[in-house]
């Protein structure tokens, strides 16, 4: 396959996952430059991947005409600038979760992509692992006949990651969007848009940096009733100032009129997916067990090239990659909604409008 689409990318820690794209020949994307404020990660992964060009400045790479995608990999706080430019100099983008961090910027990222006509993904992981996709297949099957509720969760100790990634701590990262997305995207991914949230969250003391003592002064856990345009209902659990519980790190739960599943995964772990149907007779649970999955950054090399052959596809195609910028629009919609009920108390409708 001719490889069409030439990309940056921005961020080389989760980013470093779009490289191997360049040894793909059934994806039509090429990474051909990289930024990065880390000199030498810059120059290694420069000279390891025989790239073009690679640069400290992401205008340079954003105004390079022979760039087609800008991948946005930075740290959570900047998504907006670097998407925003990306977008303004007419790139396709392809922004990691969380794609923004407030409401306000997620209505003007929507904005500029409908101006522009090009195509904007948000690589939300928990819809590319194998186990979660098994669980949409099932529930696409109609197998567990009709789902009238759900539960998603995403429950990471955050302490080692702030040692591993002190931007986190620092700028810091916004746990609301930046945790609390992965399970409301997936439940919004089964269940659609959502009408209205009731959220409680608690803060956490011992949730400090490691190196520095830094503490993370916001809402940390989150609990989230989520009401469905559909009238489904649904709840969403994120934990990232926690001692890390002996549980799965991430889950979908669906329970249906013929049937109840729950698809687990954890980072560098394997994962299942547990079902019983009522017609079972010994209402016995089946289990499909699926390996670790341990390549790239955070283990997610396999997740993100199943992404990318998604957004090669749509740009081959010319259609709506998933999730599309709708999609990650109305998630930080409903992830914004989830943290105003938690200040106030009152249950908020979510902004879909879009
Ligand atoms: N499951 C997932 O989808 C997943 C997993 C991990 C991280 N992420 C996301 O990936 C993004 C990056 O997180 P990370 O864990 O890779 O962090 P990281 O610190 O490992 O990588 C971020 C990189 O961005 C670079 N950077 C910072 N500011 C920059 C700038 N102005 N211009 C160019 N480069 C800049 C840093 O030098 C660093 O190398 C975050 O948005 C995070 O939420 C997603």
């Keep these: ?31 051909t430059q990289i930024c990065d404020l880390n000199e030498a990660a810059l120059k290694k992964t420069q000279s390891e991947y025989n790239l073009d060009r690679c640069t400290t400045d992401y205008m340079e790479m954003v105004n390079d005409t022979s760039l087609d995608i800008i991948g ?14 990306a977008l303004k100099a007419g790139k396709h983008v392809l922004c990691t979760k969380p794609m923004v961090v407030s409401l306000e910027e997620s209505k003007e990222i929507v904005r500029l992509v409908k101006e522009k006509g090009v195509k904007f993904m948000v690589g939300q992981t928990m819809r590319y692992e194998p186990q979660f996709a098994a669980l949409r297949d099932l529930f696409d099957s109609g ?3 009709d789902v009238f509720m759900g ?12 040692a ?35 959220a409680v969250g608690s803060k956490a003391p011992m949730l400090k940096c490691p190196n520095t003592g830094k503490h993370y002064e ?24 926690v001692v890390e519980p002996p549980q799965p790190m991430m889950g979908i739960s669906l329970f249906g009129t013929s049937g109840s599943s729950t698809a687990e995964f954890a980072d560098f772990l394997g994962g299942k997916v547990t079902t019983v149907l009522d017609h079972f007779e010994d209402k016995k ?8 999955e341990t390549e790239g950054a955070f283990g997610h090399g396999r997740t993100s090239i199943r992404y990318l052959i998604d957004f090669g596809i749509a740009l081959t195609n010319d259609t709506l990659p998933q999730p599309s910028v709708f999609e990650g629009a109305k998630t930080i919609a409903a992830c914004s909604a989830a943290y105003e009920s938690i200040v106030t108390g009152k249950v908020v409708k979510v902004f879909n409008e879009f």
């Design 1 to 31: 396959m001719a490889k069409t689409y030439a990309m940056g990318v921005i961020g080389l820690g989760m980013g470093i996952n779009m490289l191997p794209v360049n040894k793909r020949n059934d994806i039509p994307i090429n990474v």
């Design 72 to 85: 946005v990999f930075s740290p959570d706080p900047l998504h907006f600038e670097h998407c925003e430019a």
């Design 143 to 145: 197998d567990l006949g």
């Design 151 to 162: 539960q998603a969760h995403y429950i990471h100790d955050m302490r080692p990651v702030y």
């Design 164 to 198: 591993a990634t002190p931007w986190r701590i620092n700028m810091p990262q916004d746990m609301v969007y930046g945790g609390l997305s992965h399970p409301i995207d997936a439940l919004r991914w089964f269940f659609g848009d959502v009408d209205e949230v009731h």
């Design 218 to 241: 916001d809402y940390a856990n989150y609990m989230v009733n989520l009401k469905f345009k559909n009238g489904l209902v649904a709840s969403a659990f994120g934990a990232f100032g």
């Design 285 to 292: 649970p089946v289990e499909d067990l699926y390996p670790p």
